[in-house]
């Protein structure tokens, strides 16, 4: 596969909500599938089911600590293009928003 189809395929990857509210969560902290979950508020076998796809693709990585497993983004350069997006989309409500269509007062 060439770098241009696994780009893709890790933007595929990451085209889902849930997805990427997990992996907003996991750049602040190690996280355990108990505790996306609980945030999330989605089943423990849904959450558990997106990190499985994302640990696949190596977007996340993880490490047992006794009976539980902590998830972590594996390379947080990787995620710049959440952020890029975030803020496209940031401006483009503000372009978007009544505030900024109305007349300012003089």
């Known amino acids: 596969m060439d770098l241009l189809e ?12 849930h997805r990427l509210k997990i992996v907003e969560l996991l750049m602040r902290q190690d996280l355990t ?6 945030t999330l508020r989605i089943p423990a076998n849904a959450c ?10 190596g977007l996340l990585s993880s490490r047992r600590d006794g009976k539980a497993v902590y998830y972590k983004v594996a390379n947080p350069s990787a995620f710049n293009v959440i952020n890029c997006i975030r803020k496209h989309e940031m401006a483009e409500a503000a372009v978007d928003s009544p505030e900024s269509s109305a007349p300012s007062e003089k």
């Open 6 to 17: 696994r780009m893709a395929t890790a933007l595929r990857v990451l085209a889902h909500a």
């Open 33 to 38: 599938v108990g505790e996306l979950a609980e």
């Open 48 to 57: 558990s089911q997106h990190l499985n796809r994302m640990r696949a693709h």
